[in-house]
């Protein structure tokens, strides 16, 4: 039984005197793994921290549960299922591994038939799919493909029919190939969008729509009973959680956009990050060093959210991708057990891009009557063609934001006064490319992990999006049984 009273009663010094106080505190607390460079040094963790959170970690036995990941086991215990994403990356039990490289092959071998023009023409690649299905591949084709001229991909979730129409307007339905990606093959949303393209194809006089169709999914049958030909399914495995699977056959649109070296790549990177987690010590180990920090702020501070700022284009799509990830992996209230879990679990995940922020809500960072842990992520090789300067400002933003935000100012008048202290922890990337991505990316996962490890919980099930759904169904086929409230707006909306 993991005992928080070690981490609850931890004394809270300010954070400039932490720094005074120990020479070696940067040194302690910063680790480059994976052309990474982390520095956890202006978060209040101290070595009696790091000590607290490595004996917690014994207690819930993280290393037990890591392993048992690796290897295989029902770690999803509410689905009875393994955690297989890591197999992807070649990192995991041995048949877990031989099946998801039998299915890259397949996805490599329809790619080039692809490329060999077997589909007839395509120059666009339309992916509809939502949540883990689209956040993860649409934060890969943003953040690698911007300087490639392979195809044009979209990547469409919304139901709102708007999102379709911009498409439509852009892309010849002659020259589409439609991607439908969905791990069950029956979200509303997906399903219906693609019903959708495959009627715009249609009147656009295309002959054989089905045929331009590619699935990705781990219901095989399902897309085939929908009209998909086997051969164009790209499966993978159902122990691959959906925001965890964008480097299965779900990371199609990334492969077929950057190339499958690129693809491969990518790989490779998140393969580093998991040796990296499984091998390392606890004090040195990236995943769970940032866990800690994020559990000392949760459980020690009541901070309730995060925020994480990409200074960086290319990474504009981080923070969502990572509210999907952190929120509906860790967003729970029963141990797995089936316990309440007693204390706060997943932070309410939030952010967005610098130096934009920084003119929007860093006001509430700096003077507001929240803390809020921040995680500046940056790259030290710029992406843009700009004169040097627009990186260089770009980058000193990041990292003045932080010491601004730990060292504060005190002034005569309360309004221009900044309390200082608070918290922050930087990422930075020495370039921005596929395998340091999937190294970012993969590191985020484990931290997740480790959070839901030490706090008991389950991070591989997502019940709570059910009821919703079910409730926005009996509403679709005119039932469901309403309060007043949502009665008298769907009636207002002329849904009744
Ligand atoms: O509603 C949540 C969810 O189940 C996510 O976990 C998942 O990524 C998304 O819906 C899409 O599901 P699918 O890939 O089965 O269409």
Redesign the pocket.
């Known amino acids: 039984m993991a005992d928080w009273s070690r981490i609850e009663t931890l004394p809270s010094e300010r954070l400039d005197a932490l720094f005074a106080a120990d020479a070696d505190r940067l040194k302690r607390l910063s680790l480059d793994v994976a052309g990474i460079h982390f520095d956890w040094s202006k978060t209040h963790l101290t070595a009696d921290a790091l000590a607290a959170f490595e004996a917690l970690a014994k207690e819930a036995d993280l290393a037990g549960r890591r392993e048992a990941m690796f290897a295989g086991e029902h770690v999803n215990v509410t689905e009875d299922r393994p955690v297989e994403h890591t197999a992807e990356r070649g990192e995991g039990k041995a048949d877990s591994v031989a099946r998801a490289a039998s299915y890259h092959a397949r996805m490599r071998a329809v790619i080039d038939a692809i490329e060999a023009d077997a589909f007839g023409p395509v120059r666009h690649v339309l992916h509809v799919?939502?949540?883990?299905?689209?956040?993860g591949p649409h934060l890969l084709v943003d953040a690698l493909g911007r300087d490639s001229d392979r195809y044009d991909v979209a990547i469409v979730s919304n139901v709102d029919g708007m999102a379709l129409d911009d498409v439509f307007d852009r892309f010849d339905p002659a020259a589409t190939l439609l991607v439908v990606?969905?791990?069950?093959?029956?979200?509303t949303e997906?399903m219906m969008n693609a019903d959708s393209v495959i009627s715009w194809m249609t009147g656009a006089g295309v002959d054989d729509p089905y045929g331009r169709v590619i699935a990705l999914?781990?219901s095989p049958d399902k897309a085939i009973e929908w009209g998909v030909d086997e051969t164009r399914v790209l499966p993978f495995s159902e122990g691959v959680?959906?925001?965890y699977?964008l480097w299965s056959s779900?990371g199609f649109p990334a492969a077929i956009k950057l190339g499958w070296e690129q693809f491969e790549e990518l790989l490779d990177g998140a393969a580093e990050m998991d040796r990296h987690f499984r091998l390392s010590a606890l004090h040195e180990n990236a995943p769970a060093l940032a866990a800690f920090a994020d559990l000392y702020y949760t459980q020690v501070r009541h901070c309730e959210t995060r925020a994480t700022f990409a200074y960086d284009e290319r990474l504009r799509l981080l923070p969502s991708y990572l509210q999907?990830l952190e929120m509906?992996s860790n967003g729970k209230g029963v141990t797995v057990g089936g316990q309440p879990v007693g204390r706060p679990t997943a932070p309410i995940t939030w952010g967005g891009v610098g130096t934009d922020a920084q003119h929007a809500v860093f006001q509430l960072l700096h003077q507001g009557t929240h803390i809020v842990p921040v995680e500046f992520v940056a790259v030290t090789e710029a992406g843009d063609t700009l004169p040097a300067e627009h990186h260089r400002q770009l980058l000193l933003n990041a990292f003045a934001q932080g010491a601004a935000l730990m060292k504060g100012k005190q002034a005569d008048d309360p309004a221009r006064s900044y309390p200082g202290d608070r918290p922050s922890s930087t990422l930075l990337l020495d370039r921005l490319d596929a395998r340091t991505l999937g190294a970012l990316i993969a590191f985020y996962e484990h931290r997740v992990f480790v959070a839901g490890v030490l706090l008991g919980i389950n991070s591989f099930d997502?019940f709570g999006?059910?009821l919703g759904?079910e409730m926005a169904k009996a509403a679709a086929k005119g039932g469901g049984d309403f309060d007043p409230s949502t009665t008298d707006l769907i009636a207002r909306a002329g849904l009744a």
């Open positions: 799919g939502i949540g883990g299905s689209a956040l990606a969905s791990k069950t093959f029956t979200t997906t999914t781990a959680g959906g925001r699977s779900i999907q509906e997502q999006v059910e759904k």
